[in-house]
Each structure stands twice: as C-alpha cells, then as structure tokens.
C-alpha cells in the first residue's frame, strides 16, 4: 500500500491517461510528465479505435482479461460522456469477427464499441484535472532514480512517493531492470474518404478491420511490421479487399490518408499491470509464486498494451490504483498473476532453479 500521495505518471497516451484518472479520483496527488507538447502523441492518437472480444475456444485468460477489460471500458465511455452516453467519445456497436479469410462466421457480438481515441484520452486528463492533477507537456522524462522513500525524475524540485510509468515503448529505458521482455510492434490504419451511403452497417474483423463510416471516413487497419520493415501502403486495402472487395474497389479510387504508430507488447501479448521487480533485492531460491517475488516499493508499471489497447489500460489503471489504496482490485488472483510484471522474472527463476 502507497500510504502518501505524490504519484508521477509518465506518459500521456490512454495507459497514462486512465491512470491519471483512477488516482485522482482514488484521492491521490497525481502530476503527469508527458513528453510531447500535447496528449495521445503515440498510438492513442489514432482515428478510430475498436474493441471487441477476444474469442478462444477455452475461454483462456486472455479472453478473460478482454472481457473485463471492455466491460470496465464501456463504463468507462458512459461515466465519462454526456448524460451517460458515450456522448462524443464513441458509440457501441455491433462487432462480426470473420476468420482470417473471411469465409466463416467465428463470433458476433451487439456488445462492441469504436471509439475516438485522443476524445477519450483528453476526457480522461480532463476529469484527472477535476480531481486535482496536474499535467505537464514537453517534459521528457530520461531517468528514474529512487531514494529510500522517493522517486526522482531528474528534475529540479521534483520528487514522488511512486511512478507509474506509461510510456509504451520507451518503458524499458525507464525501466531496465524489470525484465518486462517488450517488443515494438509498428502498425498503419487508413482512413478512406467515402459517403455515408456506403457505410458498413458494424464493425467487421478478419485479418483486419473495418468500421462503419465515422466523421466521413471508413477506417480499415491494421498492418503489423516488426523492426525496419518497410511499409507497406497496400496492405489495409488488401484486408479490406477480403472483408468486402466492391467496397475495397471504390476505396481504392477515394482519397486515405495513413497514420503509422507502434504497438508495445509483451511476450505472451499481455499487458503488464501493477508494480515493477525489485532488481535491487536477490531472488531466493525458495521463490516458486508470484507474490513471493520482491517488488519495488515505489516503481509501477501500465504497459505492454499492445493491439487491444482499450480492452486494458481503464481495467489496469483500476488495478494500480486498488493496489496502492491497500484494497482489493477488481479481477481475481489469478488474471492478474497474467498480467503481474514480475511475471517473466519469475519464469526465468524458475527455469533456472532446480526443483
Ligand atoms: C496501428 C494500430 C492500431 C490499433 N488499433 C487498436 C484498436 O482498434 N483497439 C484497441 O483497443 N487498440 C488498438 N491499438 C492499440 C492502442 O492504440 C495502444 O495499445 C494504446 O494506444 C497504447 O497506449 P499507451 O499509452 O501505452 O502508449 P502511447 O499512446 O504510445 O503513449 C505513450 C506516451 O508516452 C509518452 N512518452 C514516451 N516516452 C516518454 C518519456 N520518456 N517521458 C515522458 N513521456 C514519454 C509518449 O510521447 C506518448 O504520449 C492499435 C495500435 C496500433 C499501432
């Protein structure tokens, strides 16, 4: 439990955002440190986001995880529009999720959303400010270091009681001793400029997706390129093509416009959610779970949220910030076990002592 109240949040992208919102409004002192001059700079800044279930045959914990993570974002649109509704924010939606090459029907759903993602960033930062954060833009933060009882950002007169670090890719030059094993994912959506006529009636997932028609635009995504691979310009129109090709046809002759980003995630494509490892501390060769590995008393961690974004960062925020009140989170032991960042550590312990 965090029993004073000056957190850092680094990073004003959603994971930041959601997590300025959940602690100020848990009643902490919260100041976030954002490297450009304005929010959701980095992968939050796209057009339109989707969300949508995770279908497993098992029901596995990362279809557990989505389901949660998407119920406590649908409160989330509604606690933060207009009048409870998503207001601006969004709307739900209809989500089909076709395999991969769009011949058969895998899931449907009326519970999905697509949603405006730098609104929702901007309205979670807005009611943070509500609550009493504090934001500042331009501020790049380049190191950690920690005292006994204070994190410190490297800046003049600036020191906290706990960071949480929401900087997507650049997490582990923060964070370099957490072993949280991140990976960067580039990606591009496209917007194609089309009349409402035309408009998918939902949301429709194969490969990729499309939306309905949204402020004018269809948006269709999203390409996965890894490291320096190039980027390849025809690639949503190829999954649009297998979603619907007449309407990639007309597509291809409308004005799009492309927006690149990348995608932070982890190994096992799970986000990491609560406080980092204490590198500092040796690991004991009795260690074999979870909550016997040492964790730092003031580092936290939201990231590694890779493609579903929104189905994560409201429900992790909740998490972090249930964590640092002392009560109890909102998702059983062992969903966030799965998302727990000591969690590699762990494994790499474990492999390495013999039983
Ligand atoms: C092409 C593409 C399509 C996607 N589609 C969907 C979708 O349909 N649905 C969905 O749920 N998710 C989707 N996602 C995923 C979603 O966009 C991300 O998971 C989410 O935006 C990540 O948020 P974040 O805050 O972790 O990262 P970011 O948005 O990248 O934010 C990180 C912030 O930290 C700041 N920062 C970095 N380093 C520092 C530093 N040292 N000091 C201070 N500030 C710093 C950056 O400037 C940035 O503002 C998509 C992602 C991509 C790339």
């Given at each position: 439990m965090v029993t004073r109240t000056d957190i850092a949040v680094i990073g004003a992208g959603l994971a930041g955002a959601a997590c300025a919102r959940a602690l100020?409004?848990?009643?902490?002192?919260?100041?976030?440190?954002?490297?450009?001059?304005?929010?959701?700079?980095?992968?939050?800044?796209?057009?339109?986001?989707?969300?949508?279930?995770?279908?497993s045959s098992d029901h596995n914990l990362a279809s557990q995880w989505v389901e949660v993570g998407m119920k406590t974002t649908l409160r989330w649109l509604s606690e933060l529009g207009e009048g409870n509704s998503m207001g601006s924010l969004g709307q739900s939606c209809s989500v089909v999720q076709l395999n991969r090459d769009a011949s058969d029907l895998v899931h449907w759903t009326a519970d999905g959303a697509w949603i405006r993602p730098t609104q929702f960033v901007k309205a979670c930062l807005s009611e943070a400010i509500a609550c009493g954060a504090q934001v500042i833009f331009n501020q790049e933060i380049t190191a950690l270091e920690t005292t006994s009882e204070r994190v410190s950002l490297g800046l003049k007169n600036q020191s906290f009681d706990a960071a949480v670090v929401c900087t997507?890719?650049?997490?582990?030059?923060?964070?370099?001793?957490?072993?949280?094993?991140?990976?960067?994912?580039?990606?591009?959506?496209?917007?194609?400029?089309?009349?409402?006529?035309?408009?998918?009636?939902?949301v429709i997932c194969a490969d990729g997706y499309a939306t309905p028609v949204i402020d004018g635009q269809m948006v269709v995504g999203a390409s996965y390129e890894r490291g320096d691979d190039t980027h390849d310009k025809s690639s949503n129109l190829d999954r649009l093509r297998v979603i619907c090709e007449p309407l990639a046809a007309l597509c291809a002759a409308s004005p799009s416009q492309d927006r690149r980003s990348t995608r932070s995630a982890s190994l096992d494509r799970m986000p990491h959610v609560g406080r980092v490892l204490d590198a500092n501390q040796p690991l004991k060769p009795s260690i074999s779970q979870i909550h016997q590995m040492p964790r730092h008393p003031m580092l936290w961690v939201l990231g590694g949220l890779g493609s579903r974004g929104f189905s994560s960062a409201p429900l992790g925020a909740e998490i972090i910030a249930a964590q640092m009140r002392g009560v109890v989170p909102p998702v059983g032991p062992r969903l966030l076990a799965a998302v727990d960042p000591v969690r590699f550590a762990l494994r790499r312990h474990q492999r390495r002592s013999p039983c």
């Open positions: 100020a409004r848990a009643g902490f002192r919260v100041t976030v440190f954002e490297a450009q001059g304005a929010p959701a700079s980095g992968a939050s800044g796209n057009p339109i986001a989707i969300l949508h279930p995770l279908v997507a890719q650049s997490t582990e030059l923060l964070l370099p001793q957490a072993q949280l094993m991140l990976n960067a994912l580039h990606g591009t959506v496209t917007s194609y400029s089309i009349s409402q006529s035309e408009s998918l009636p939902c």
